[in-house]
């Protein structure tokens, strides 16, 4: 069964601090992997995309590191921020066009001044 | 970057009337838009996959009957909540796939309906 997991479901941190979120999962075969922001109220707002041979991809302060032989994907938030206050959505798409999508419950953070 | 936009943002209807809401690539062709919905402090729930000039696909739970989705063109969808009850109250996400780059699908800003 196709499952997309991450952890923590929540988290608190001080603003300055790092942070590494975690994503799991068992979506076969695999295509790509996105991780994405959504502020309360808002849509999603992609982050990254890896595809099976990236290893890693920055966008700013935020940093992904995907293991395709693990299935395994983190989100690295760097100096955090009030504004990185947010969920974070992975989401793993499987197919050979990357059709079928499988969104994570995503990880709460909530960044404390 | 690609922008998807949602109208309207938020509204407020009777339970038993119909809500449309739009939304529409700015910027970009949209072969496929997907509509989702979204509880408090739950992920999003893919509702249906429109391809344009083609009936929706929804998935499984989701009355067909009950949400009406139309992709008349490249850049804009349609969804129609009819009949809506206070159990349809929800936040709407649309999103679109550019036709030239499968992978990445970019959000609109949602729809908040509350239905009273």
């Known amino acids: 069964k196709n499952q997309v997991e991450q952890s923590p479901q929540s988290l608190i941190i001080l603003e300055g601090k790092n942070c590494t979120l975690q994503?799991?999962?068992?979506?076969?075969?695999?295509?790509?992997l996105r991780w994405y922001k959504q502020d309360t109220g808002r849509g999603p707002v992609s982050l990254t995309i890896?595809?099976?041979?990236?290893n890693t991809k920055s966008n700013g302060r935020y940093t992904a590191t995907l293991d395709a032989d693990t299935k395994q994907s983190s989100l690295h938030i760097t100096a955090s921020q009030l504004s990185d206050s947010a969920s974070y959505i992975c989401?793993?798409?499987?197919?050979?066009?990357?059709?079928?999508?499988?969104f994570g419950a995503g990880t709460r953070l909530f960044v404390k001044a | 970057g690609a922008v998807v936009s949602q109208h309207p943002s938020w509204v407020i209807c009777k339970s038993g009337t119909s809500v449309k809401i739009e939304c529409r690539s700015l910027?970009?062709?949209?072969?496929?838009m997907f509509w989702y919905r979204q509880f408090p402090k739950q992920s999003l729930m893919l509702m249906a996959t429109?391809?344009?000039?083609?009936?929706?696909?929804?998935e499984q739970g989701v009355e067909k009957d009950k949400f009406l989705i139309n992709h008349a063109s490249l850049t804009l969808s349609t969804l129609t909540v009819t009949s809506a009850h206070p159990e349809d109250s929800s936040f709407y996400i649309c999103?679109?796939?550019?036709?030239?780059?499968?992978?990445?699908?970019?959000f609109g800003p949602g729809t908040r309906l509350t239905v009273t």
């Open positions: 999103s679109a796939r550019e036709s030239s780059y499968l992978y990445e699908q970019y």
């Open positions: 994503c799991n999962y068992t979506v076969s075969p695999f295509s790509n």
């Open positions: 890896m595809t099976f041979s990236e």
């Open positions: 989401v793993v798409s499987a197919g050979g066009g990357g059709f079928k999508t499988i």
């Open positions: 910027d970009f062709q949209a072969t496929t």
């Open positions: 429109s391809n344009e000039g083609s009936k929706a696909t929804y």
